[in-house]
């Protein structure tokens, strides 16, 4: 039988715990944030059901035509100079299309009744797999247009 021993200084074996406790910490995190899922930090909003959509856009102050249009688009694979500044806008909010580059959604798209006395404003409601990707406020026309990340009324 065989005896093996180690003899440590004090400051040797707090670099080993060192050093363990900090490939535990890194293993732990590249795990947590690796899962195979797109994920994002709106992922955890359904807008599946037309209920859950109505909801989220009230619960953000908003009165709107209940009848929604809807179509579904393709995110391109590679952002034009377009999507690169829309995707900067929704990164305001934590929702980022980079993730789902390739991937087919639903835009919903509502017009919205109380924004500061414009008639022209619409929300559009980005949804992937029922949870909402993407979300703006915008009025496309010519005269005073604009495009901004949609937050509760008053603020936006």
């Known amino acids: ?13 707090f670099g080993a715990v060192l050093a363990i406790t900090g490939l535990i910490v890194i293993v ?7 899962n195979g899922k797109p994920v994002d930090a709106k992922a955890e909003i359904s ?3 037309e209920e859950e959509r ?10 709107f035509e ?17 999507y690169g500044e829309y995707n900067s806008v929704l990164k ?4 980022d299309l980079e993730r789902y580059k390739g991937k087919t ?14 008639g022209n404003v619409i929300a559009d409601l980005m ?6 990707i993407a979300a703006d406020l915008c009025d496309p026309s010519a005269e005073d247009g604009f495009l901004i990340a949609l937050k509760e009324n008053g603020t936006a």
Do not use: W
């Not at 039988?1 to 074996?13: G, H």
């Open 47 to 49: 807008c599946a059901t």
């Open 105 to 118: 959604a639903v835009l919903y798209t509502y017009k919205i009744t109380n924004y500061k006395g414009n």
């Open 127 to 132: 949804v992937y797999q029922g949870k909402l």
């Open 66 to 82: 209940k009848t929604p249009e809807s179509k579904e688009i393709k995110i391109p694979e590679e952002f034009n100079k377009v």
């Open 1 to 13: 039988m065989q005896i093996v021993t180690f003899k440590l200084k004090p400051r040797q074996l």
């Open 28 to 34: 732990l995190t590249f795990v947590s944030n690796h």
């Open 54 to 63: 109505a909801k989220y856009l009230s619960d953000l102050g908003y009165e």
């Open 92 to 95: 305001e909010q934590g929702f």
